[in-house]
């Protein structure tokens, strides 16, 4: 089991990325799929979640109405749309899988069952 996650990079404050979380080795559509990051001497903390039946999504309070999780099934990936970048933002960027809920796994990085590896974002002018 592998998930992929890509899509990082340097953008200035305002900008927008989006970071793909690939799968391989299992249906990723079976699964919560959460968006964590951990930017340096802090915690890891929760970002965006949806449920296995895309029924619900859920984000932090931080970064509501400026990102978006989505799923390709064909693709068996998960997206994070993100615009209007904040330097506070800036962070590794990680997806994670969970046959927790949606909410729980937003709330508890400790129920995921698999990880990605990071991915860099950079927001800074």
């Known amino acids: 089991v592998q998930l992929q996650a890509s899509g990082g990079g340097l953008v200035q404050p305002g900008g927008s990325l989006r970071l793909s979380c690939a799968a391989s080795g299992l249906i990723l559509d079976d699964y919560a799929v959460g968006w964590f990051r951990q930017a340096p001497g802090k915690k890891r903390e929760g970002v965006a979640s949806?449920?296995?039946?895309?029924?619900?999504?859920y984000y932090a309070d931080s970064v509501k109405g400026r990102f978006t999780i989505s799923r390709d099934n064909p693709k068996n990936t998960v997206y994070l749309q993100m615009s209007g970048l904040k330097p506070e933002d800036t962070a590794v960027y990680y997806c994670a899988a969970s046959g927790a809920p949606s909410l729980v796994l937003l709330t508890t990085p400790g129920a995921s069952d698999y990880w990605g590896q990071g991915t860099q974002v950079t927001v800074s002018s």
């Open positions: 949806i449920s296995n039946s895309d029924i619900n999504t």
